[in-house]
């Protein structure tokens, strides 16, 4: 069982920058691949990146290749999404999510826990 919280959401500028993070209980944190997702009104929920139980993969939707990074900090039980070059369609509520799998998969349905989402708001 995990429980996952996330942070760090706000309002900011067109090109500005945010950092999210999602804190997870838990003594098997290392075992789980991390992805963030977001969800704007009216809008299924989308991928937007992952990473690996190591940190060794990951992967990013287009949209945000280039501008966001995800990383982790097993350590400290931490996956952290930094978002660069904001632009007003970025806004939603970024949601952190965790799955057991071998292979990162980008898909809402492939992930066991969620956090309760945050809200990212870019205004231009």
């Known amino acids: 069982q995990v429980q996952l919280v996330e942070s760090g959401g706000g309002l900011v500028q067109a090109g500005g920058s945010l950092r999210l993070s999602c804190a997870a209980s838990?003594?098997?944190?290392?075992?789980?691949?991390m992805g963030w997702f977001r969800q704007a009104p009216g809008k299924e929920r989308e991928f937007v990146a992952a990473?690996?139980?190591?940190?060794?993969?990951?992967d990013y939707a287009d949209s945000v290749k280039g501008r966001f990074t995800i990383s982790r900090a097993n350590a400290k039980n931490t996956v952290f999404l930094q978002m660069n070059s904001l632009k007003p369609e970025d806004t939603a509520v970024y949601y952190c999510?965790?799955?057991?799998?071998?292979?990162?998969?980008?898909?809402?349905?492939?992930?066991?826990?969620w956090g309760q989402g945050t809200q990212v708001t870019v205004s231009s």
């Open positions: 990473i690996s139980w190591s940190g060794g993969s990951t």
């Open positions: 838990g003594r098997t944190f290392s075992r789980y691949a």
């Open positions: 999510a965790a799955a057991v799998m071998a292979n990162i998969i980008p898909r809402p349905i492939a992930y066991d826990y």
